[in-house]
C-alpha cells in the first residue's frame, strides 16, 4: 500500500476542497460517495490495480474540479437603471428605434420584477431576427451591459449533437459539459445573459433533440433544475437570461417559438448606413489599423459608392469590410512611402475599394 500514499493524500486534498466549498447538499453527499467507491479501488485486493485507480482518479479529479467551478452561490449586481440602459442602447446602435423602444420595455419589466422579488425567468425570451449583420448579436451585448451582468455566447450554427449544450457522460472517453455549463462556469455568475446564436441554423440530423433540450432551457418550470449529463446534478438555471437571435423562423420547433417573444430586426437604409459608418465604423477601423484621422481622409461624396458597391445589402457587415479594405490600403502605401495622407475621392474610390 506504501505505492498508493501519494493517491490518498490527493483525494484528502479534494476531500478537503469539497469541505470547504458551498455545495448544495446532495451534490457534496453524492462526490463523497464516490470517493468511497474510489478508495475501495485503491485496494488491492479489489482487483483494479494501481494503473485503474490513477484513471479513476484523474477523471474523479477533473470532475471535482469542473464541479467547484460552478457559480452555485455567485451572482452579479444588477444595475437597474432604464435610463442609462437608453443611453446605453443609443451609444452602441444608431437608429432601430422601435427595437430598442421594445427591448426598453423589456427591460422595464425585469427591473420592476427583480425590485419586487418576482419570478423573473416567466419573462418571455427575447429572440431578434433579422437578415445578417443588422446588428442582432451587438443588441444582445449592450442589455447585459445595460443590466451589468456578464455575457456568454452559444453558437448555435452548425449545432448537430444535442451532447454539444447538454454534455456528455462521464462513461464516454471524451466526456466533458455542455455548452450551457461551459458558458456559467467562464461567467462565473448565476445571472449571466446567455445568447443563443444563430437557433435556425442547427443541423437536421440534431434539430429535434436539440430543439428538445431548448425548450427546457427556456421553460422556466423545468430550467430550475437543468440537468448536463456531465455534472449529473440538477443546476438552478432561472436567474439566467437566455437571449435567442434567428435569421428566420421557419426553422425552430413550434414549442421554442412558444417561449421566445419575437423583436423583428428591420434593415439598415441608405442614410442610416452613412451615419453608422462615418461615425461609427470608420473611427473604429482607422484606430485598429494603426492610422490617425490625417493620414486618412475620404470625401463625403464617396459613401454612396462605399455603401453599396455591388447593389443593396441589408446589414452592415460589408460595408465594415469595405471601410477595412480602404483603410489597410492606405496603411500599405504609408508604410511603402508612397504617400503620408491619403485622400479618397470620387476619381480613385474604386482604387480603394476591395475587389
Known amino acids: 500500500m506504501d505505492s498508493n500514499v501519494p493517491l490518498e493524500s490527493k483525494i484528502k486534498e479534494i476531500e478537503a476542497k469539497i469541505k470547504a466549498a458551498s455545495l448544495p447538499a446532495g451534490l457534496a453527499e453524492k462526490l463523497n ?115 451589468g451582468r456578464k455575457f456568454e455566447r452559444i453558437p448555435l450554427g452548425g449545432m448537430g449533437d444535442a451532447s454539444d449544450l447538454r454534455g456528455k457522460s462521464r462513461a464516454s472517453l471524451d466526456a466533458e459539459p455542455g455548452l450551457v455549463i461551459k458558458s456559467l462556469i467562464h461567467a462565473q455568475s ?28 427556456l421553460d422556466p418550470e423545468q430550467n430550475k433544475a437543468f440537468t448536463d449529463h456531465y455534472v449529473d446534478f440538477p443546476f438552478d438555471m432561472s436567474k439566467v437570461l437566455f437571449i435567442a437571435t434567428a435569421n428566420n423562423t421557419t426553422n425552430i420547433a413550434t414549442a421554442v417559438l412558444d417561449r421566445l417573444q419575437i423583436i423583428q430586426m428591420p434593415s439598415y437604409t441608405d442614410e442610416e448606413k452613412t451615419v453608422i459608418a462615418q461615425k461609427y465604423l470608420f473611427p473604429g477601423v482607422l484606430k485598429q489599423t494603426g492610422l490617425v484621422e490625417t493620414q486618412l481622409i475620404i470625401s463625403p461624396t464617396v459613401w454612396p459608392t462605399i455603401i453599396r458597391p455591388l447593389g443593396f445589402d441589408s446589414g452592415i457587415r460589408s ?11 492606405a496603411a500599405r502605401m504609408i508604410v511603402e512611402g508612397k504617400d503620408q495622407s491619403i485622400n479618397v475621392t470620387a476619381q480613385n474610390v474604386k482604387d480603394f475599394l476591395p475587389t
Open 33 to 147: 460517495e464516490e470517493i468511497s467507491v474510489l478508495r475501495l479501488s485503491l485496494n488491492p485486493t479489489a482487483g483494479s490495480g494501481q494503473g485503474g485507480a490513477f484513471m479513476n482518479f484523474e477523471n474523479f479529479s477533473n470532475y471535482v474540479n469542473y464541479i467547484l467551478s460552478l457559480p452555485f452561490n455567485k451572482v452579479t449586481p444588477d444595475i437597474l437603471d432604464i435610463v442609462k440602459a437608453k443611453e446605453i442602447l443609443d451609444k452602441n446602435h444608431y437608429g432601430l428605434t422601435s427595437v430598442k423602444n421594445v427591448i426598453l420595455e423589456y427591460l422595464s419589466s425585469l427591473i420592476l420584477n427583480i425590485n419586487n422579488q418576482n419570478n423573473i425567468a416567466r419573462s418571455p425570451i427575447i429572440c431578434l431576427v433579422g437578415l445578417v449583420g443588422t446588428g442582432k448579436t451587438t443588441l444582445a451585448y449592450s442589455i447585459a451591459e445595460s443590466l
Open 190 to 217: 448565476r445571472n449571466a445573459v446567455v445568447l443563443l446564436d444563430e437557433l435556425d441554423r442547427i443541423t437536421d440530423a440534431g434539430r429535434k433533440d436539440i430543439m428538445g433540450v431548448l425548450v427546457e432551457l
Open 319 to 329: 460595408l465594415q469590410r469595405s471601410i477595412e479594405g480602404i483603410c489597410r490600403k
